[in-house]
């Protein structure tokens, strides 16, 4: 969302594999991105700030449009940061990540999540397994057991005790904490696009459907 919404992932393709045209809204945003000539420099270093510690980047069109209310994006964005760098390891967060983007039908956050996940190395089919969920085939114990924790939380709003005591024998207390917190960071990330229309960068990943 953000490299994690924040790092303005674009990702090195197969020149062979033919892309998924970009469906285009048929709307404009209901807000749209403040304009840069409007930025102070406060304003201009939020926007531009970076989760993971890279130089400062563009900025793109969520930080540009929740920055319009300027305090509670600085809060947010404080603690976005935590939530994309927490303790969880980098591929477990990719998964809750796009299986939330997924369910939510979220195209701003699949479009800079995909590209993550395929940096940090997950596959063109374990990407694609994502939006199966937890059954699908191939699926080891530990990551349909996150998958389904994202079906529970995003379905019912809890994750049932069986589910739980899976996630107990892979995650320490503090990773524990961190996994409803990261799917709910990131559901809130989707209603804010969703309803306002946050457009992704044209050069990132296309939502996929299903055959």
């Known amino acids: 969302m953000p490299a994690g919404l924040a ?9 062979s594999t033919k892309e998924p045209e970009r469906q285009m809204p048929n709307n404009p945003p209901k807000i749209a991105p403040l304009p840069e000539d409007e930025w102070d420099d406060d304003i201009r270093a939020l926007v531009q700030s970076s989760w993971t510690g890279d130089a400062p980047k563009a900025g793109q069109n969520l930080y540009k449009t929740m920055v319009r209310h300027r305090e509670l994006f600085r809060k947010w964005n404080q603690f976005g940061s935590m939530t994309y760098n927490c303790r969880l390891p980098a591929r477990d967060r990719e998964l809750l990540v796009l ?15 995909q590209a993550l996940a395929e940096r940090i190395g997950l596959k063109p089919e374990e990407i694609r397994q994502i939006l199966e969920g937890p059954d699908a085939p191939g699926w080891n114990e530990h990551d ?3 998958l389904r924790a994202v079906d529970e939380l995003h379905h019912g709003s809890r994750i049932s005790d069986s589910t739980w005591d899976r996630l107990r024998d892979h995650y320490d207390e503090l990773e524990l904490i ?21 457009e992704p960068d044209a050069r990132l990943p296309v939502l996929p459907t299903l055959p």
């Open 99 to 113: 299986r939330t983007a997924w369910l939510t039908q979220c195209r701003f956050e699949w479009a800079h999540h």
């Open 144 to 146: 349909a057991t996150l």
């Open 7 to 15: 790092a303005d992932p674009v990702t090195h393709r197969d020149p």
């Open 178 to 198: 961190e996994i409803p917190v990261i799917v709910g960071q990131y559901s809130l990330v989707a209603f804010f696009t969703n309803s306002i229309g946050v």
